[in-house]
């Protein structure tokens, strides 16, 4: 079984500043990441995901995270925020083996100060 | 860019009611999937449809949930007797069945949601 842990259940920051929204996560198996971002009452968008290669992952909206096996973390990051960027993110795993539920955490929300 | 369609995008209903909610998932996807957020927790998996029929699902998905996919576009999920902690947002997501260097891959597309209210 998989859990997903995201540390921060708000995260509030200056415009232009950097931010970083933690995510570690537990599995007995091997597992592919996301991040998915639910603005407003909307529905949920894929940010990035990891599946393999390279453990740094660029996304949409200049967001990044990166895959750290040893640390069983997939931090998201952005250098300098926008208002916009004001929204809900879900860090989620889902195995190997393909089709299989998502894992969700249970989200941060990141408030962008003007 | 294709996405994943769902109506009606609110639904209030009575306890005792049935109710359907229903999703276009993209065209071209072969595998489909319920979620619930009941407002402010985490998002839950209820059920996953592969080929016609139930791939897995949850400790939620008992016996009052239903899904089908009545025709080549559709997926649905029916509550048969709505209860007041039914209430939430019903997330549908499809994905493709994809492999990268001979592993599996998917990934979930969402649609925006349906909000179900029962009163």
């Known amino acids: 079984a998989q859990s997903v842990t995201q540390l921060d259940s708000q995260v509030p920051v200056f415009e232009e500043a950097p931010v970083e929204l933690r995510c570690n996560y537990s599995?007995?198996?091997?597992?592919?990441l996301f991040w998915y971002v639910q603005y407003p009452n909307q529905g949920l968008q894929l940010l990035l995901k990891?599946?393999?290669?390279?453990?740094l992952v660029k996304g949409i909206n200049g967001f990044e995270a990166e895959f750290n096996k040893s640390q069983t973390s997939f931090h998201l990051r952005k250098p300098s925020v926008h208002i916009s960027d004001t929204a809900e993110y879900f860090c989620?795993?889902?195995?190997?083996?393909?089709?299989?539920?998502?894992?969700f955490g249970k989200g941060t929300r990141l408030s962008v100060i003007a | 860019e294709p996405e994943v369609t769902q109506t009606p995008s609110h639904q209030v209903t009575q306890m005792g009611q049935e109710v359907i909610l229903r999703c276009v998932p993209i065209s071209n996807h072969l595998y489909f999937y319920w979620y619930r957020q009941i407002l402010g927790q985490k998002v839950e998996f209820l059920v996953s449809?592969?080929?016609?029929?139930?791939?897995?699902k949850s400790e939620i998905f008992d016996d009052q949930f239903s899904v089908e996919r009545p025709d080549g576009s559709n997926f649905t999920l029916k509550i048969r007797s709505t209860k007041l902690e039914d209430s939430a947002m019903y997330f549908c997501?499809?994905?493709?069945?994809?492999?990268?260097?001979?592993?599996?891959?998917?990934?979930?597309?969402f649609g925006p949601g349906t909000r179900l209210t029962v009163l």
């Open positions: 989620a795993v889902s195995s190997f083996s393909g089709n299989t539920p998502l894992v």
């Open positions: 990891y599946l393999s290669g390279s453990t």
């Open positions: 449809f592969y080929n016609n029929e139930i791939s897995e």
């Open positions: 599995s007995s198996v091997s597992v592919y």
């Open positions: 997501a499809s994905s493709e069945a994809l492999e990268i260097g001979g592993r599996r891959t998917d990934t979930q597309y």
